[in-house]
């Protein structure tokens, strides 16, 4: 051949942007707050790292159907082990989803300031991503219905919303599920469902049990401390839970996470510490910022987005670069379509507080500058 040829990969990878994580380390030398990636405060389960720290036969692969996790999530929600299936991660899940149900010409659709991995995982299937707006920096059922047609594949929704933290009750999402054509699977992500103390909030199990296309992914990343680990799972099913376990690779999740969310999933005592501590925390973090005169989307989650003034040296990025300087990472949110807005995941007592006064500096410092 006369032609010179390069590898190219398939239509819609390269349009993908590469995820860009929270924040990990700041200007060296100070110490560091990190508040950038919705991680808990208090760990994980001492059980949890005890489990972990113990998983012995590293020469040996994991049991390629977790076996044992998936009868300790069914024991903990009452759920059919069969139709729960693990991934490195609910990320791995997703990805899963998208791979088995999404190809080119099909459409996947996710709100306005919805989770970025949706759009990767759109993309990397060959599938165009199309983007449902929201009401008020909340998932709006309606657009999503709008936008629903025979190409429609997957609606992804993530219940309550990262970076928002709004969330849609339960008649909501009923009345989504109902509007939404029978082909299509409604993947409900609700990695922060366990921080959410509202009586008409549902995580999705109920959805999933009475119809055939509804999906709910969890993690054991965010109030379980198990993010270093990549464990999570889903609830679906039959027919989509075996499809998943056809594509998905046979030793997905490893011996020592395993170990570790079991151990972790059966200390309830360790979980309603951290739902306790974040109850508490996300209030008073909501009242003091709103305080300083900053505003503060409503949040459910373990999470704030804090809205910056659009005046020179005020804005997201100054603040970003304040607090930078005196090591307190938050999470820029550009790429969510809040270029003035940063994410603050709810911390420590301590780290909370060095967190607020900073941004009391950092806009005290301009009033006195003008
Ligand atoms: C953090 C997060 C996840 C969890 O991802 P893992 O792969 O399980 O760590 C999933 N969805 C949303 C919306 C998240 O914010």
Redesign the pocket.
């Known amino acids: 051949m006369s032609e010179k040829t390069t590898p190219t990969p398939r239509p819609g990878i390269l349009d993908i942007t590469p995820y860009v994580p929270g924040k990990s380390k700041a200007a060296s030398g100070s110490p560091v707050i990190k508040l950038s990636s919705?991680e808990t405060p208090l760990g994980p389960s001492p059980k949890a790292l005890a489990a972990y720290s113990a998983a012995s036969t590293l020469e040996r692969y994991p049991d390629g159907q977790a076996t044992e996790l998936r009868q300790a999530i069914a024991d903990a929600y009452g759920l059919n082990p069969e139709r729960i299936v693990c991934g490195?991660?609910?990320?791995?899940v997703?990805n899963l989803l998208a791979q088995g149900y999404l190809g080119e010409g099909d459409e996947a659709i996710y709100t306005e300031h919805g989770?970025l991995?949706y759009r990767t995982a759109i993309l990397a299937n060959g599938a165009t991503p199309v983007i449902a707006p929201e009401a008020d920096n909340c998932a709006d059922v309606d657009a999503i219905l709008n936008l629903a047609s025979v190409k429609t594949k997957i609606v992804f929704l993530?219940n309550p919303?990262?970076p928002t933290g709004t969330y849609l009750p339960f008649d909501e999402l009923q009345r989504l599920r109902a509007g939404l054509p029978d082909h299509v699977i409604l993947v409900l992500?609700a990695?922060?469902a366990e921080y959410v103390k509202r009586n008409d909030y549902e995580a999705g199990l109920e959805l999933v049990a009475t119809t055939a296309n509804t999906v709910m992914?969890r993690?054991?990343?965010?109030v379980y401390g198990l993010?270093a680990l990549?464990?999570?799972w889903c609830y679906a099913p039959a027919a989509i839970a075996d499809v998943l376990n056809r594509i998905r690779g046979p030793f997905n999740v490893s011996t020592p996470a395993i170990a570790a969310a079991v151990a972790a999933i059966k200390d309830g005592t360790h979980m309603d510490k951290a739902v306790a501590h974040n109850d508490k925390w996300l209030a008073w973090l909501m009242e003091k910022i709103e305080a300083i005169g900053l505003e503060v989307t409503p949040s459910v989650a373990n999470f704030i987005l804090i809205h910056f003034p659009d005046t020179k040296g005020l804005t997201a990025a100054d603040a970003d670069a304040a607090l930078c300087a005196k090591g307190i990472l938050l999470r820029r949110v550009d790429g969510y379509g809040f270029p003035n807005a940063l994410r603050m995941t709810v911390g420590s007592e301590d780290e909370n507080r060095q967190t607020v006064t900073a941004l009391q500096a950092f806009m005290d410092s301009d009033r006195s500058a003008s």
Do not use: H, M, P, Q
Request: hydrophobic content about 40%; overall charge negative.
């Open positions: 919705n490195a991660g609910s990320d791995e997703l989770f991995v993530a919303n990262n992500d990695a922060y992914t993690t054991f990343s965010k993010a990549r464990i999570g």
